[in-house]
């Protein structure tokens, strides 16, 4: 008994050492990249820098406290002064507005990093889950040539009249009798041709573990693993549920939440209280002022007056104020681009999105099965020597082609309704359920 409970550890911890990782869950490693993505943590202390400078700028003015002591053959004195530098009223109030919206627009911007990062991360587990489906597809389908190779081989070996040769399981089926003895014409020609197919197949199975290797690595990155955590696990593909959008709906929900939007805005509404700082500084700058002053012999004296700082070089602020009012000018524009390009960027993904869905869901719930169908039929033609190998080959490539094209469109459904989230600058469903 100890043997066998030994024996039984032993083959779990080699699948456990040789196996695929286990399945890893999109919603977790969403979660994982929120708290954990470098790009994700870049952004968001950038946000907290430029908000750091609100108050900073925002300051009414500085205060300059100066003491001095005067000595003279008929006098010595001990002076005390404060000055304050104020700009010109509202210049403060206006770089406070600029820096607050500033900040509001790196805030924006940390937000549109991290919907770009939680988007690529849906990408790269749609990616991984094609090359795990396509990749076992490719397996099986080598695996079926082999099995008929055999069969054939041995038919050669053994021949009999008529002409016929092995043949493959279907994709979800065993082997069945495809070993009973069967006419035979050139059953070598077709062992030789079903080995050449089997062959095939190494070169997708390569390039698909390749291809999981990648979106492993990808995965990797955005989340800021280590490298002895680089394995990410086996995707499964995600339900493809329909996307019942309405597109104008979504656009009025990105006119709103887009954070590319909401920052160009921002920055827009930024240069323009730039532009009002910078023409409130062509006027003087007011430098209140306070002087107390003691006589060693007897005696105090105060002064209490105003200072009026008035630039020389007046070209100098009038280019600096010129300079941001084209700056308000671009700033406005982009954001007006801005908002066109969003418009257009939801409904193409809206139209990608839907075009991807359909392909998918027709090959998963028509086309597949319909070939596994065939194969399936044209294997117990097969058998019974009623037809030959070409027409069982040409069945198990379809159907390969079809499950290949069937991940495909399933990829490039979860792509796009990433960049749709993306774009849109929250969920679909929270969309929906407004």
Do not use: C
């Amino acid at each position: 008994m100890t043997r066998i409970v030994l024996s039984l550890l032993t083959l779990g911890a080699v699948a456990a050492a040789s196996g695929d990782p286990a399945p890893v869950r999109l919603d977790a490693l969403l979660a994982e990249a929120r708290d954990a993505s470098p790009m994700i943590r870049a952004a968001r202390a950038e946000a907290d820098a430029a908000a750091a400078r609100v108050a900073g700028a925002s300051s009414p003015g500085e205060v300059m406290v100066e003491g001095a002591r005067t000595e003279s053959p008929a006098m010595r004195s001990t002076m005390l002064g404060a000055r304050l530098d104020l700009p010109f009223p509202g210049s403060s109030i206006l770089a406070g507005r600029a820096a607050s919206l500033a900040a509001r627009a790196a805030a924006e911007r940390a937000r549109a990093v991290e919907l770009d990062v939680l988007a690529r991360i849906r990408t790269a587990y749609y990616r991984l889950a094609r090359a795990a489906g396509t990749l076992a597809a490719a397996e099986q389908a080598r695996d079926f040539f082999r099995q008929a190779a055999a069969v054939a081989k041995a038919r050669a070996v053994t021949p009999a009249r008529g002409r016929t040769s092995g043949a493959p399981a279907g994709p979800s089926t065993g082997m069945g009798g495809m070993g009973a003895s069967a006419p035979s014409g050139d059953a070598t020609a077709d062992y030789l041709l079903l080995e050449a197919e089997a062959a095939r197949m190494n070169p997708m199975v390569v390039m698909q573990a390749n291809e999981r290797t990648v979106a492993e690595a990808e995965l990797a990155e955005l989340l800021g693993r280590p490298r002895d955590r680089s394995r990410i696990g086996t995707a499964v593909l995600p339900d493809l549920p329909e996307p019942s959008i309405d597109p104008d709906r979504l656009v009025d929900r990105a006119l709103a939440r887009s954070p590319e939007l909401l920052a160009a805005r921002s920055d827009a509404a930024a240069a323009g209280a730039e532009a009002g700082q910078m023409a409130i500084m062509m006027l003087p700058m007011v430098s209140p002022f306070y002087q107390a002053e003691r006589f060693e012999m007897g005696g105090t004296g105060r002064t209490i007056g105003v200072a009026l700082s008035y630039p020389i070089w007046f070209w100098k602020p009038a280019a600096a104020w010129r300079e941001a009012v084209a700056m308000r000018t671009a700033k406005r524009a982009d954001a007006a681009a801005r908002e066109a390009e969003v418009t257009r960027m939801v409904r193409e993904e809206v139209s990608e999105t839907r075009a991807h869905w359909s392909a998918a869901v027709e090959y998963r719930d028509a086309v597949v099965p319909l070939l596994d169908q065939a194969v399936r039929s044209a294997r117990g033609s097969y058998e019974a020597g009623r037809t030959d190998v070409l027409r069982l080959l040409a069945g198990m490539q379809q159907w390969l082609s079809a499950t290949t094209d069937y991940y495909d469109e399933a990829y490039q459904y979860g792509e796009h309704r990433a960049a749709l989230e993306r774009t849109v600058g929250e969920p679909i469903e929270e969309v929906r359920s407004r």
